[in-house]
């Protein structure tokens, strides 16, 4: 990789990216979700949108050689290269602090809409409601009678998907601090997650 | 019904809703989509969100007497009753004209991104790109291979949904325009719709 870093568990980060750079994300610890978001550097209300993505793909879920697009239709990303198996979320919203309400927790919370608001913030901008993230190595599957359920990421140490922006914009990575539910794995432990930025050529 | 109101084929409307207040929608012909948007009349930043719906859920579609909840997770609306088979979707974006442009049309084309721009508009409020609608009566069945597809409506004439607001809202109804797949039904001719509100008593 270009340059190695390493987004520590339960946090987030917001990287500029110009056409053609290419952003590495290395599920580390092999377990972690990772919420990833993209806005149009020239205008944040264009931003990837999943709902557009399904709609594009005729599949709930990217494979290697996808296009993301926005709420505009416009390609913002697309998937380059994913040595996992392929097993992403475009269902579920990030959490919040009010989803972990609703599961128990009573005090301060990390959680990726904070992240969100927070990567967002060291830039300058003021961060919307986050729209729905496409959520890295994130298993929710579905089953036969229609339910939706959580289930750990079946990647493994070292998987990476590539992600090549097709326009100048900024993708937030939120290293999801879920702990509650095994969204981050069986040992519901939120790790780290590497990350490089391999510019365009 | 209280009064019974028509929405003309390929058109849309916004309308006020008070806490408790009822939303009947016939599906007077039995093979109409039609794209529906709620917005906190508080503060329009604040919308009825398919991705925080699908959490509660843990399904892809809501079921008589589910919550529909907003990007910051409180009920806007309730699915008080559904005569349907059930079958409506939450995964793909309103028809735009881009959309339009992908699949063909080169001249104007009617669209449920304009009909809610137009209904907005109506009530002085600047519109921001449409959320992720709740795309009543649409049939997009997820195949056992992954991938999606677009079917007609199993609905039937005069099935009907009711909306209860939950809060003071905004709801916005687009009686969907597509008339080149088989989205509001096998003849692709969209159709009128009755609506009605009852009040809470």
Known sequence: MDR????????????????????????????????????????????MSM???????????????????????NPILRLAEDTSPGIHDTLFPCCDLKRYRQLGIEGYHASCAENFATALGTLGLAPPLPPA?????????????GGLTVAPPASRPGDYVALEARM??????????HDILPVTGADNTPKDVDYAILPAV
Not at 16 to 40: E, F, M, P, Y
Not at 168 to 177: G, H, K, Q, R, T
């Open 4 to 47: 190695n870093n390493t987004l520590p568990a339960r946090t987030g980060t917001a990287l500029r990216l110009q056409q053609g750079d290419r952003l590495k994300i290395v599920n580390t610890h092999g377990s972690q979700v990772v919420d990833c978001w993209a806005l149009n550097a020239a205008d944040p209300a264009e931003h």
């Open 51 to 73: 709902q557009h993505c399904r709609n594009l793909w005729y599949r709930l879920a990217p494979r290697a050689g996808d296009l993301l697009v926005t709420n505009l239709r």
């Open 133 to 145: 993230p496409l959520n890295l190595f994130m298993n929710i599957p579905l089953r036969v009678d």
């Open 168 to 177: 100048p914009c900024i993708v937030v990575l939120s290293a999801c601090p």
